[in-house]
């Protein structure tokens, strides 16, 4: 499922981003948005509306800024190639860049009807995943309010991520209810990543911290083991995981379901880099 007209990606992604940082800040406008990429507000808004594209600098300056992955900057820039091709505008620097990614696929889509990481990007939220989950919980309510309480999140934040939720199949209604529909809701390659798997991965962090510091420890477990590794490990390393916690879940999941948890895992160097011989050192 493609949630953006193929011809329009470019727009709609920066009207995604602008409706984010809104959400999260209402005090962030256009002008603010359109400053952080340094542009006028009222090129912005011709840029928004269909009325002007984007440049070759501008392109730059939007990958660093929204930290967009190879495979969205592919996509970014043949949608900006086919809206200028027809203003016959068409630069050949942009035609140049295009090329830079000729060998990547158009998108990836994960396994089990998940997600692309375009649409991924619109649930990377914490508690989009929480909320599939939580329709588990055998006191569940399908209302908005419910949700934002058992949650902690606001009912706007409640009501727009169900929407969201039911518009990517990933939840559906019977009889007034909602239902979680697919147990996924991950990409296919954790090889690689994006600016959105990265903020919920923060997210998911700072919700641990807050739970270090909020609940009891018979309601959580917090445990770090510091080890020194031959780095070839890593790939086992992180494939075990991967199994690890697939087993527990199934575990876990045994018997009548009533609180959600999240269930992280981390491994990560401490040592920022590796301690370079000194040459002519006596």
Known sequence: MNLSSEKTYYRTRLREELVYRIEKNPRYSMRSFAEALGIGSGALSQ?????????????ERIFKFLELSPVEQKKFLESVIAEK??????????KSKLEKFSSLPHERVAIDRGLSLDEFRIVSEWYHNAILELT????????????????????????????????????????GNLMKTDFNLDTKDKSKTSAFLKRRQKQILLKSIESLENDPIEERNHSALTVCIAQDQIPEAKKRIQAFMWELAQVLVKGEPERVYELSVNLFPLQKQKIKERKNEK
């Open 136 to 175: 588990f919980a055998k006191d569940f309510h399908s209302d908005s309010r419910w949700i934002a309480q058992a949650l902690g999140i606001t009912v706007m934040e409640a009501k727009l991520a169900v929407e969201r939720l039911l518009q990517l199949e990933l939840l559906e209604e019977v009889n």
């Open 47 to 59: 840029i928004l509306s269909g009325k002007r594209t984007v440049s070759t600098k501008l392109t």
């Open 85 to 94: 091709k027809n203003l016959k505008r068409t630069s050949p620097a942009l």
